[in-house]
Protein backbone atom coordinates (compact mmCIF):
# COMPACT_ATOMS: atom_id res chain seq x y z
CA UNK A 1 0.00 0.00 0.00
CA UNK A 2 1.18 3.41 -0.59
CA UNK A 3 0.76 6.55 1.13
CA UNK A 4 1.11 10.20 0.69
CA UNK A 5 1.81 12.18 3.30
CA UNK A 6 0.70 15.64 2.26
CA UNK A 7 1.94 19.46 2.62
CA UNK A 8 4.44 18.74 6.15
CA UNK A 9 6.91 21.11 7.00
CA UNK A 10 9.60 18.86 6.90
CA UNK A 11 12.08 19.60 9.71
CA UNK A 12 15.76 19.51 7.83
CA UNK A 13 19.18 20.39 8.38
CA UNK A 14 18.14 24.07 6.80
CA UNK A 15 15.25 24.24 8.70
CA UNK A 16 11.72 23.98 7.64
CA UNK A 17 10.81 22.45 4.20
CA UNK A 18 7.09 22.42 2.90
CA UNK A 19 7.07 19.03 0.78
CA UNK A 20 5.05 15.86 -0.05
CA UNK A 21 6.54 12.25 0.73
CA UNK A 22 5.46 9.45 -0.79
CA UNK A 23 5.78 6.42 0.89
CA UNK A 24 5.45 2.87 -0.80
CA UNK A 25 6.83 -0.56 0.35
CA UNK A 26 8.15 0.45 3.60
CA UNK A 27 10.44 3.18 2.10
CA UNK A 28 10.22 6.75 1.36
CA UNK A 29 10.19 6.76 -2.34
CA UNK A 30 9.53 10.95 -3.80
CA UNK A 31 10.02 14.17 -2.25
CA UNK A 32 8.38 16.78 -3.64
CA UNK A 33 7.55 20.39 -3.72
CA UNK A 34 3.67 18.40 -5.00
CA UNK A 35 3.20 15.40 -5.96
CA UNK A 36 0.37 14.66 -7.72
CA UNK A 37 -1.23 10.80 -7.87
CA UNK A 38 -3.54 8.42 -9.39
CA UNK A 39 -5.18 5.65 -8.26
CA UNK A 40 -5.04 3.81 -4.88
CA UNK A 41 -3.13 5.95 -2.87
CA UNK A 42 -4.14 7.04 0.67
CA UNK A 43 -3.92 10.11 1.91
CA UNK A 44 -2.46 11.35 5.49
CA UNK A 45 -2.93 15.19 5.30
CA UNK A 46 -1.02 17.36 7.64
CA UNK A 47 -0.53 20.80 6.99
CA UNK A 48 0.71 22.72 9.44
CA UNK A 49 2.49 20.01 11.40
CA UNK A 50 6.30 19.27 11.09
CA UNK A 51 7.15 16.11 10.24
CA UNK A 52 10.57 14.22 11.08
CA UNK A 53 12.40 10.56 10.48
CA UNK A 54 11.18 8.30 13.11
CA UNK A 55 13.26 9.14 16.20
CA UNK A 56 16.08 6.58 17.10
CA UNK A 57 16.51 6.25 20.62
CA UNK A 58 20.16 5.01 21.59
CA UNK A 59 19.96 3.69 24.77
CA UNK A 60 16.80 2.06 26.45
CA UNK A 61 16.11 -0.94 28.68
CA UNK A 62 13.34 -3.01 28.34
CA UNK A 63 13.11 -5.98 31.21
CA UNK A 64 15.83 -4.89 32.75
CA UNK A 65 17.08 -7.40 36.24
CA UNK A 66 18.80 -4.49 38.89
CA UNK A 67 18.94 -5.24 42.20
CA UNK A 68 16.52 -8.12 42.34
CA UNK A 69 13.70 -5.92 40.16
CA UNK A 70 13.00 -6.08 36.68
CA UNK A 71 12.50 -2.36 35.08
CA UNK A 72 8.82 -2.40 34.50
CA UNK A 73 8.41 -1.46 30.78
CA UNK A 74 8.77 -4.97 28.46
CA UNK A 75 9.48 -4.64 24.46
CA UNK A 76 5.63 -5.24 23.88
CA UNK A 77 4.80 -2.06 26.66
CA UNK A 78 7.79 0.16 26.00
CA UNK A 79 7.96 0.07 22.34
CA UNK A 80 4.00 0.66 22.71
CA UNK A 81 5.37 3.60 24.72
CA UNK A 82 8.25 4.89 22.56
CA UNK A 83 5.50 4.77 18.97
CA UNK A 84 3.30 7.07 21.02
CA UNK A 85 5.94 9.47 21.34
CA UNK A 86 7.33 9.36 17.70
CA UNK A 87 10.32 6.66 18.38
CA UNK A 88 10.39 4.44 16.17
CA UNK A 89 13.40 2.80 16.38
CA UNK A 90 15.05 1.62 19.69
CA UNK A 91 19.15 0.16 21.00
CA UNK A 92 18.66 -1.97 23.76
CA UNK A 93 21.21 -4.06 25.18
CA UNK A 94 22.15 -7.58 24.88
CA UNK A 95 23.79 -8.68 28.58
CA UNK A 96 25.45 -12.31 28.48
CA UNK A 97 25.24 -14.23 32.13
CA UNK A 98 28.67 -14.83 33.86
CA UNK A 99 30.70 -16.97 31.87
CA UNK A 100 28.10 -17.04 28.59
CA UNK A 101 29.32 -16.12 25.30
CA UNK A 102 28.35 -12.79 23.47
CA UNK A 103 27.13 -14.32 20.23
CA UNK A 104 24.76 -16.13 22.50
CA UNK A 105 23.51 -13.27 24.76
CA UNK A 106 22.83 -11.58 21.55
CA UNK A 107 20.77 -14.36 20.49
CA UNK A 108 19.00 -14.73 23.45
CA UNK A 109 17.71 -10.72 23.30
CA UNK A 110 17.17 -10.65 19.50
CA UNK A 111 14.67 -13.01 20.47
CA UNK A 112 12.98 -11.49 22.80
CA UNK A 113 12.82 -8.09 21.12
CA UNK A 114 10.97 -10.32 18.18
CA UNK A 115 8.27 -11.72 20.28
CA UNK A 116 7.07 -8.17 21.22
CA UNK A 117 8.44 -5.78 19.74
CA UNK A 118 6.27 -2.96 18.13
CA UNK A 119 9.19 -0.98 17.10
CA UNK A 120 12.11 -1.77 14.98
CA UNK A 121 15.30 -2.50 17.38
CA UNK A 122 19.36 -3.37 17.61
CA UNK A 123 20.85 -4.24 20.28
CA UNK A 124 24.23 -2.84 21.45
CA UNK A 125 26.51 -5.54 23.46
CA UNK A 126 27.46 -5.65 26.83
CA UNK A 127 30.93 -7.23 27.80
CA UNK A 128 31.26 -7.69 31.30
CA UNK A 129 34.23 -9.92 31.30
CA UNK A 130 37.37 -10.54 29.34
CA UNK A 131 39.04 -13.42 28.36
CA UNK A 132 40.60 -15.04 25.08
CA UNK A 133 37.30 -16.89 23.76
CA UNK A 134 35.25 -13.10 24.37
CA UNK A 135 37.38 -10.87 22.60
CA UNK A 136 37.56 -13.32 19.33
CA UNK A 137 33.68 -13.12 18.82
CA UNK A 138 33.93 -9.46 18.29
CA UNK A 139 35.07 -9.97 14.67
CA UNK A 140 31.94 -11.81 13.78
CA UNK A 141 29.29 -10.01 15.73
CA UNK A 142 30.86 -6.30 14.41
CA UNK A 143 30.33 -8.60 10.61
CA UNK A 144 26.85 -9.72 11.57
CA UNK A 145 26.05 -5.92 12.49
CA UNK A 146 26.26 -5.81 16.02
CA UNK A 147 28.64 -3.13 15.85
CA UNK A 148 28.91 -1.39 19.41
CA UNK A 149 30.28 -3.12 22.77
CA UNK A 150 29.04 -1.27 25.92
CA UNK A 151 31.43 -1.58 29.49
CA UNK A 152 29.83 -0.55 32.62
CA UNK A 153 32.87 1.10 35.32
CA UNK A 154 30.41 0.69 38.46
CA UNK A 155 28.20 -1.18 39.56
CA UNK A 156 30.38 -4.21 41.05
CA UNK A 157 27.82 -5.95 43.21
CA UNK A 158 25.78 -6.28 39.88
CA UNK A 159 29.41 -7.94 38.46
CA UNK A 160 29.47 -5.60 35.15
CA UNK A 161 32.17 -3.54 36.09
CA UNK A 162 35.44 -3.64 34.10
CA UNK A 163 38.63 -1.73 35.56
CA UNK A 164 40.69 -0.20 32.89
CA UNK A 165 43.05 -3.43 32.74
CA UNK A 166 40.22 -5.05 31.12
CA UNK A 167 39.32 -1.96 28.85
CA UNK A 168 42.46 -1.98 27.28
CA UNK A 169 42.55 -5.25 25.08
CA UNK A 170 38.60 -4.70 24.92
CA UNK A 171 38.94 -1.20 23.00
CA UNK A 172 41.85 -2.78 21.30
CA UNK A 173 40.14 -5.69 19.48
CA UNK A 174 36.69 -3.61 19.06
CA UNK A 175 38.72 -0.42 17.00
CA UNK A 176 40.85 -3.01 15.22
CA UNK A 177 37.48 -4.90 14.23
CA UNK A 178 35.78 -1.41 12.86
CA UNK A 179 33.47 -1.41 16.01
CA UNK A 180 32.44 1.11 18.71
CA UNK A 181 32.56 1.29 22.73
CA UNK A 182 30.09 2.58 24.46
CA UNK A 183 30.52 3.41 28.41
CA UNK A 184 28.51 4.06 31.65
CA UNK A 185 31.17 6.79 33.24
CA UNK A 186 31.68 6.35 36.71
CA UNK A 187 35.11 6.19 38.06
CA UNK A 188 34.02 3.06 40.64
CA UNK A 189 36.43 3.60 44.14
CA UNK A 190 35.68 6.98 44.05
CA UNK A 191 31.80 5.77 44.07
CA UNK A 192 32.59 3.21 46.32
CA UNK A 193 34.29 5.00 49.50
CA UNK A 194 31.58 7.93 49.10
CA UNK A 195 29.03 4.87 49.04
CA UNK A 196 30.86 3.33 51.78
CA UNK A 197 31.19 6.50 54.16
CA UNK A 198 27.11 6.77 54.57
CA UNK A 199 27.09 3.05 54.92
CA UNK A 200 29.08 3.19 57.74
CA UNK A 201 27.90 6.01 59.10
CA UNK A 202 24.09 4.05 58.72
CA UNK A 203 22.81 7.19 56.70
CA UNK A 204 21.77 5.44 53.69
CA UNK A 205 18.53 7.74 52.78
CA UNK A 206 17.91 8.21 49.48
CA UNK A 207 18.61 11.62 49.30
CA UNK A 208 22.32 10.74 50.11
CA UNK A 209 22.61 8.84 46.20
CA UNK A 210 24.03 12.15 45.12
CA UNK A 211 26.75 12.40 47.23
CA UNK A 212 27.68 9.03 47.28
CA UNK A 213 28.15 9.33 42.97
CA UNK A 214 29.53 12.57 42.87
CA UNK A 215 30.33 14.62 39.64
CA UNK A 216 34.20 14.13 40.06
CA UNK A 217 33.45 10.47 39.69
CA UNK A 218 32.15 11.19 36.21
CA UNK A 219 34.36 13.15 35.08
CA UNK A 220 37.37 10.78 36.14
CA UNK A 221 36.12 8.27 34.55
CA UNK A 222 35.38 9.86 31.27
CA UNK A 223 39.26 11.69 31.28
CA UNK A 224 40.79 7.49 31.54
CA UNK A 225 38.68 6.70 28.87
CA UNK A 226 39.07 8.99 26.32
CA UNK A 227 42.89 7.81 27.29
CA UNK A 228 42.46 4.88 26.66
CA UNK A 229 40.31 5.10 23.47
CA UNK A 230 43.00 7.47 21.80
CA UNK A 231 45.98 4.99 22.78
CA UNK A 232 43.78 2.22 21.14
CA UNK A 233 42.68 4.03 18.17
CA UNK A 234 39.13 2.82 19.26
CA UNK A 235 35.71 5.14 19.09
CA UNK A 236 34.10 5.60 21.60
CA UNK A 237 30.70 6.94 23.04
CA UNK A 238 29.15 7.98 26.17
CA UNK A 239 26.50 7.45 27.41
CA UNK A 240 24.11 9.40 30.04
CA UNK A 241 26.92 12.40 30.25
CA UNK A 242 25.26 14.10 33.27
CA UNK A 243 27.94 16.98 34.44
CA UNK A 244 29.81 20.16 33.03
CA UNK A 245 33.35 18.90 33.53
CA UNK A 246 32.84 15.76 31.38
CA UNK A 247 31.41 17.73 28.85
CA UNK A 248 34.18 20.25 28.72
CA UNK A 249 36.74 16.48 28.56
CA UNK A 250 34.80 15.59 25.57
CA UNK A 251 34.18 18.56 23.85
CA UNK A 252 38.67 19.05 23.80
CA UNK A 253 38.65 15.40 22.51
CA UNK A 254 36.45 16.25 20.20
CA UNK A 255 38.36 19.39 18.95
CA UNK A 256 41.78 17.43 19.04
CA UNK A 257 40.28 15.11 16.42
CA UNK A 258 39.29 12.13 18.64
CA UNK A 259 36.40 10.18 17.76
CA UNK A 260 34.32 10.84 21.11
CA UNK A 261 30.58 11.44 21.37
CA UNK A 262 28.54 11.94 24.31
CA UNK A 263 24.99 11.40 24.75
CA UNK A 264 23.08 13.09 27.80
CA UNK A 265 19.21 12.30 28.73
CA UNK A 266 16.09 14.60 28.96
CA UNK A 267 16.61 13.81 32.88
CA UNK A 268 19.87 15.79 33.33
CA UNK A 269 18.57 18.18 30.78
CA UNK A 270 15.20 19.17 32.95
CA UNK A 271 15.24 17.78 36.02
CA UNK A 272 17.84 18.60 38.90
CA UNK A 273 19.49 17.21 42.37
CA UNK A 274 16.95 19.67 44.48
CA UNK A 275 14.66 16.81 43.41
CA UNK A 276 16.79 14.59 46.75
CA UNK A 277 15.52 17.20 48.84
CA UNK A 278 12.14 16.10 48.27
CA UNK A 279 10.37 13.68 50.15
CA UNK A 280 9.56 11.37 46.97
CA UNK A 281 13.35 11.01 46.83
CA UNK A 282 14.26 8.01 46.26
CA UNK A 283 11.74 7.77 43.21
CA UNK A 284 14.59 9.53 41.61
CA UNK A 285 17.16 6.77 42.17
CA UNK A 286 19.44 7.44 39.17
CA UNK A 287 22.81 6.78 38.11
CA UNK A 288 24.87 9.06 37.68
CA UNK A 289 22.41 11.14 39.57
CA UNK A 290 20.44 14.25 38.45
CA UNK A 291 23.06 17.51 39.16
CA UNK A 292 23.04 21.03 39.46
CA UNK A 293 21.96 23.65 37.07
CA UNK A 294 25.02 25.14 35.75
CA UNK A 295 25.48 20.99 34.41
CA UNK A 296 22.06 21.51 32.82
CA UNK A 297 23.16 24.31 31.14
CA UNK A 298 26.40 23.25 29.37
CA UNK A 299 24.97 20.19 28.29
CA UNK A 300 22.45 22.19 26.45
CA UNK A 301 25.36 24.18 25.50
CA UNK A 302 26.88 20.98 24.05
CA UNK A 303 24.13 20.07 22.18
CA UNK A 304 24.33 23.65 20.90
CA UNK A 305 27.97 23.47 19.67
CA UNK A 306 28.09 19.60 18.57
CA UNK A 307 30.05 18.56 22.42
CA UNK A 308 26.68 16.09 22.92
CA UNK A 309 25.85 14.43 19.82
CA UNK A 310 22.87 12.57 21.08
CA UNK A 311 19.92 12.67 24.00
CA UNK A 312 18.97 9.09 24.56
CA UNK A 313 16.34 7.95 27.24
CA UNK A 314 18.28 5.25 29.67
CA UNK A 315 14.61 4.01 29.58
CA UNK A 316 14.86 2.48 32.73
CA UNK A 317 11.62 2.38 34.42
CA UNK A 318 10.29 1.17 38.27
CA UNK A 319 6.83 1.26 39.61
CA UNK A 320 6.20 3.22 42.76
CA UNK A 321 6.28 0.28 44.92
CA UNK A 322 9.93 -1.08 43.48
CA UNK A 323 11.50 2.10 44.48
CA UNK A 324 10.32 2.35 47.58
CA UNK A 325 10.50 -1.36 48.59
CA UNK A 326 13.77 -0.47 49.97
CA UNK A 327 13.70 3.33 50.58
CA UNK A 328 15.31 3.28 53.55
CA UNK A 329 18.62 2.26 52.04
CA UNK A 330 19.48 4.01 48.92
CA UNK A 331 22.19 1.38 47.75
CA UNK A 332 19.48 -1.06 47.93
CA UNK A 333 16.71 0.94 45.24
CA UNK A 334 16.81 -0.03 41.88
CA UNK A 335 17.97 2.83 39.46
CA UNK A 336 16.52 4.14 36.57
CA UNK A 337 13.89 6.26 35.09
CA UNK A 338 11.58 6.58 32.40
CA UNK A 339 11.96 8.66 29.17
CA UNK A 340 11.23 7.15 26.00
CA UNK A 341 7.75 8.38 25.39
CA UNK A 342 8.35 12.06 26.40
CA UNK A 343 12.22 12.82 24.89
CA UNK A 344 10.97 14.25 21.58
CA UNK A 345 8.15 16.62 23.64
CA UNK A 346 10.58 17.48 26.58
CA UNK A 347 12.95 18.26 23.88
CA UNK A 348 11.05 20.28 21.75
CA UNK A 349 9.28 22.23 24.60
CA UNK A 350 12.10 22.81 27.05
CA UNK A 351 14.33 22.83 24.12
CA UNK A 352 13.01 24.42 21.01
CA UNK A 353 10.18 26.26 22.67
CA UNK A 354 12.29 27.54 24.87
CA UNK A 355 15.26 28.82 22.49
CA UNK A 356 17.83 26.81 23.90
CA UNK A 357 18.34 25.15 20.67
CA UNK A 358 17.23 24.75 17.18
CA UNK A 359 14.88 22.77 15.24
CA UNK A 360 17.78 21.09 13.54
CA UNK A 361 19.59 20.65 16.94
CA UNK A 362 16.73 18.64 18.07
CA UNK A 363 16.58 16.89 14.58
CA UNK A 364 20.16 16.27 15.28
CA UNK A 365 20.15 14.69 18.85
CA UNK A 366 16.90 12.68 18.60
CA UNK A 367 17.04 11.52 15.23
CA UNK A 368 19.73 11.94 12.96
CA UNK A 369 23.11 11.19 15.45
CA UNK A 370 21.83 8.45 17.07
CA UNK A 371 20.88 6.69 13.81
CA UNK A 372 24.58 7.77 12.30
CA UNK A 373 26.49 7.15 14.84
CA UNK A 374 24.80 3.55 15.48
CA UNK A 375 25.08 2.71 11.92
CA UNK A 376 21.42 2.84 11.09
CA UNK A 377 22.29 5.96 8.18
CA UNK A 378 20.82 6.24 5.64
CA UNK A 379 18.04 4.32 6.36
CA UNK A 380 16.90 5.64 9.70
CA UNK A 381 17.32 9.17 11.14
CA UNK A 382 16.65 10.97 7.80
CA UNK A 383 13.73 11.75 5.03
CA UNK A 384 15.14 11.05 1.61
CA UNK A 385 13.99 9.02 -0.95
CA UNK A 386 15.56 5.39 -0.32
CA UNK A 387 15.21 5.86 3.64
CA UNK A 388 12.78 3.84 5.95
CA UNK A 389 9.17 5.36 5.99
CA UNK A 390 9.27 6.11 9.85
CA UNK A 391 8.14 9.48 9.84
CA UNK A 392 6.89 11.16 13.09
CA UNK A 393 4.15 14.09 12.73
CA UNK A 394 4.70 16.56 15.21
CA UNK A 395 1.62 19.40 16.28
CA UNK A 396 4.15 22.16 17.79
CA UNK A 397 0.96 24.27 19.28
CA UNK A 398 -0.80 22.35 21.90
CA UNK A 399 0.43 22.46 25.61
CA UNK A 400 -0.49 19.75 27.53
CA UNK A 401 0.31 18.58 31.13
CA UNK A 402 1.89 15.74 31.67
CA UNK A 403 -0.15 13.11 33.09
CA UNK A 404 1.15 9.57 33.50
CA UNK A 405 -2.26 7.98 33.50
CA UNK A 406 -2.34 9.57 30.00
CA UNK A 407 1.11 7.57 29.03
CA UNK A 408 1.64 3.84 27.29
CA UNK A 409 3.98 2.79 29.91
CA UNK A 410 3.52 0.26 32.31
CA UNK A 411 4.87 2.46 34.61
CA UNK A 412 2.56 3.99 37.13
CA UNK A 413 4.61 7.49 37.86
CA UNK A 414 6.76 9.62 35.44
CA UNK A 415 9.42 11.71 36.56
CA UNK A 416 7.45 14.76 34.75
CA UNK A 417 4.08 14.38 36.23
CA UNK A 418 2.95 17.51 35.95
CA UNK A 419 4.76 20.04 33.89
CA UNK A 420 3.43 21.70 31.44
CA UNK A 421 5.01 20.56 27.71
CA UNK A 422 4.46 22.17 24.07
CA UNK A 423 4.11 20.41 21.14
CA UNK A 424 2.71 16.37 20.71
CA UNK A 425 3.04 13.97 18.64
CA UNK A 426 0.38 13.44 16.48
CA UNK A 427 0.98 9.95 14.49
CA UNK A 428 3.94 8.04 14.03
CA UNK A 429 4.73 6.15 10.52
CA UNK A 430 6.59 2.95 10.89
CA UNK A 431 7.69 1.08 7.80
CA UNK A 432 5.38 3.21 5.79
CA UNK A 433 2.49 2.26 7.93
CA UNK A 434 0.51 4.68 10.68
CA UNK A 435 0.84 2.92 14.04
CA UNK A 436 -0.21 6.29 15.96
CA UNK A 437 -2.44 8.69 14.92
CA UNK A 438 -3.86 11.15 16.82
CA UNK A 439 -3.79 9.23 20.33
CA UNK A 440 -4.99 5.69 19.40
CA UNK A 441 -2.75 3.17 17.95
CA UNK A 442 -3.68 2.21 14.96
CA UNK A 443 -1.99 -1.03 13.32
CA UNK A 444 -0.15 -3.52 15.70
CA UNK A 445 2.63 -4.38 12.53
CA UNK A 446 5.41 -6.20 14.60
CA UNK A 447 8.88 -4.57 14.61
CA UNK A 448 12.08 -5.78 13.04
CA UNK A 449 16.10 -6.24 14.53
CA UNK A 450 17.51 -4.24 12.92
CA UNK A 451 21.39 -5.17 12.07
CA UNK A 452 23.65 -2.66 11.95
CA UNK A 453 26.35 -1.17 9.75
CA UNK A 454 29.95 0.22 11.37
CA UNK A 455 29.11 4.13 12.67
CA UNK A 456 28.68 6.46 9.79
CA UNK A 457 27.66 3.45 8.22
CA UNK A 458 25.15 2.58 5.73
CA UNK A 459 22.39 -0.19 7.81
CA UNK A 460 20.45 -2.35 6.54
O1 LIG B 1 20.19 4.31 36.70
C1 LIG B 1 20.32 3.82 35.58
N1 LIG B 1 20.93 4.52 34.67
N2 LIG B 1 19.80 2.62 35.31
C2 LIG B 1 19.88 1.90 34.10
C3 LIG B 1 21.19 1.18 33.92
C4 LIG B 1 22.27 2.11 33.45
O2 LIG B 1 23.15 2.41 34.23
O3 LIG B 1 22.26 2.56 32.30
ZN1 LIG C 1 24.36 3.41 32.68
Redesign the pocket.
Known sequence: MSLLVRDGLLVSQDGLVRADLLLEEGKISRLEDRIAVRGSVDVLEVSGKLVLPGAVDP?VHMGFRFLGEGSCDDFPMGSRAALAGGTTTLLDFALPELGQGLQHAVSSRVDEGLRGTHADFGVHCIVREISDSVLAEIPTLVAAGVTSF?V?T??DEQHLRLDAGELVPLFEVVGRAGGMITV?A?EPSIVNRCTGQFVAKEDVRPGNHPAARPAIAESAMVALVIEIAGATNCPVYF??ISTARAVSLIGAAKAAGQPVYAETCPHYLLLDAGLYKQENAVDYTV??PLRQRVDQERLWEGIRDGDIDTVGT?HCPFHREQKRKTAEDFTRVP?GLSGVEMRLRLLYSAGVCEGRISTKHWLDVCCKNPAYLFGLSPSKGEISPGADADLVVFDPEPCVRVESKRQHSACDWDPYEGLEVQGAVTGTVRGGEVVWWEGAFRSAVPGRYRPRGPSGGSGA
Open positions: HKFAYHEHHSPDN
